[in-house]
């Protein structure tokens, strides 16, 4: 059974970025008021600028790391860098991020006795030996690697949402999410879509990371929040974790390719070293989440690129 989301004030961590604007823009289009709570450290003030001038929409620049007090219905925590690139950069502070972060924003939850959404990641299933990755997969993870500050530390938070339901009984959503790529990503985000595309439509080479034949699947924005907001309107005690991602696999190469037809593009492919650690494979197994939310992504890849490209050549031009 579902139930819509009754409350009024709603806080999202890392609503400046790009995920969470996103999420934003939805939830105030429901009628809710939102304390967007973000350091700006990969978000932009760009992202929430449209969002500034409405009374439902408030922006406090916090740091997760440090405790937090305020008053909320609900809560969806996101704040964390997702971009290798980007968690690479400050790797003690990404953990922080993660782990600090996670047990101030399940305090809070607890104090306020509310529900609390965690973002976590397909990382959590690191360089998977099974494929599909299902839920009850434990992962490969390397906890001395340079993604172990993102991967480690998402691991590490989903036990404290679990230790907190269990020890606590805090409401809590645990969702995996997979690749998502749309509007609002950064230009030098570093990801490998927007990489592809800002590099076709600036006429650079595209680099391509090892050999191309490492696999990712990739959602579009609108299908993911979509089916964040559907598993936290559920209406029961199910608490996840649940992986929500699109099952249509490319490899590298194909991603490439797909965004140069689309674009006519001249680019070349040029090919680099693959950075220590990087997954060969991912691909989310949505059994759960076609069952219990009846939700599975919509948009096709050809569309979700479209318009990606359409956003970022507005940014360049
Ligand atoms: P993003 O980098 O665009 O957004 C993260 C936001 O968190 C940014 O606005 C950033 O400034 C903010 N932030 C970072 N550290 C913070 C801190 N210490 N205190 C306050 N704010 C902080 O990334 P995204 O793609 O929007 O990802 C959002 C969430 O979803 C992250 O938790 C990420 O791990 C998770 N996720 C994303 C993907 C994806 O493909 N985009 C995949 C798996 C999981
Ligand atoms: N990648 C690439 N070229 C780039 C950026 C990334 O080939 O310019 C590769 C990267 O090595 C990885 C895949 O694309 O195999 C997805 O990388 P991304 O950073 O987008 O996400 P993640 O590795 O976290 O899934």
């Given at each position: 059974m579902k139930k819509e989301i009754d409350s009024k004030r709603i806080i999202v961590t890392g609503g400046a970025g790009f995920i969470g604007s996103n999420l934003c823009d939805r939830l105030i289009s429901e009628g809710h008021e939102i304390l967007c709570v973000d350091n700006f450290f990969s978000g932009r003030k760009e992202n929430i600028a449209h969002l500034?001038?409405?009374?439902s929409f408030e922006h406090i620049r916090h740091d997760v790391t440090f405790p937090l007090y305020l008053e909320a219905d609900l809560i969806f925590h996101l704040a964390c860098p997702a971009s290798p690139v980007h968690y690479a950069h400050d790797p003690v502070q990404t953990v922080k991020t993660n782990v600090h972060g996670a047990i101030n924003m399940l305090g809070l939850a607890k104090r306020l006795d509310v529900p609390i959404f965690q973002a976590s990641?397909?990382?959590?299933?690191?360089?998977?030996?099974?494929?599909?990755?299902?839920?009850?997969y434990w992962g490969n993870v390397n906890?001395?690697?340079?993604r172990a500050c993102y991967d480690e530390g998402k691991r590490c938070a989903e036990t404290l949402f679990f230790d907190y339901h269990r020890q606590h009984g805090i409401e809590i959503k645990v969702a995996r999410i997979f690749n998502t790529f749309g509007?609002?990503?950064?230009?030098?985000?570093?990801?490998v879509v927007s990489n592809f595309i800002v590099q076709v439509l600036r006429n650079e080479d595209i680099t391509i990371y090892g050999d191309g034949t490492q696999t990712r699947s990739f959602c579009y924005i609108d299908d993911m929040v979509e089916g964040i907001i559907k598993f936290v309107t559920l209406?029961?005690?199910?608490?996840?974790?649940l992986n929500l991602g699109n099952p249509d696999e490319y490899t590298i190469q194909q991603l490439a390719e797909i965004i140069l037809d689309l674009t006519n593009s001249k680019s070349k492919l040029i090919y680099k070293d693959l950075p220590?650690?990087?997954?060969k494979r991912r691909r989310p197994d949505i059994t759960l989440a076609k069952k219990k939310l009846s939700w599975e992504p919509k948009t096709s890849f050809n569309d979700g690129i479209q318009q990606t490209i359409s956003y970022f050549n507005n940014l360049i031009a």
């Open positions: 500034l001038d409405n009374p990641t397909s990382e959590v299933y690191g360089d998977p030996e099974i494929h599909p990755q299902t839920e009850d906890p001395i690697g340079t509007p609002r990503m950064r230009i030098d985000d570093g990801r209406d029961n005690d199910f608490t996840g974790p220590s650690d990087d997954p």
